[in-house]
Nanobody
């Protein structure tokens, strides 16, 4: 499975961005899609995940501001980010693994990764 992330950019605080992740290759079974982020000098942090049936999970700091979604027919996932804050600045990565639940919160849980897309939020 290959993942291609896109949609990052520079936005002012309070603004919005929509990240997309396109999956290609041989996809067998149910896939969980996740988004992680890594700020400069920090480890990779879980942001959100979604399972095959649309169940979602979010880290507390983005609840109510970010929305994860997916289109199974098109093998794509999205992360709508509203109310962006300077502390959301990071490189965002989409990830995937086989599974039936969104409850995978560690980068080591995921087998497949996109290349990352940079999000910068100015104050």
């Amino acid at each position: 499975v290959q993942l291609q992330a896109s949609g990052g950019g520079l936005v002012q605080a309070g603004g919005s961005l929509r990240l997309s992740c396109a999956a290609s290759g041989r996809i067998v079974g149910a896939i969980v899609m996740g988004w992680f982020r890594q700020a400069p000098g920090q480890g990779r942090e879980f942001v959100a995940s979604i399972d095959w049936t649309g169940n979602t999970d979010y880290t507390d700091s983005v609840k109510g501001r970010f929305t994860i979604s997916r289109d199974n027919a098109k093998n794509t996932g999205n992360l709508q980010m509203d109310g962006l804050k300077p502390e959301d600045t990071a490189i965002y990565y989409c990830a995937a693994r086989q599974g039936w639940s969104p409850a995978y919160y560690h980068s080591a849980d995921y087998n497949y990764w996109g290349q990352g897309t940079k999000v910068t939020v100015s104050s």
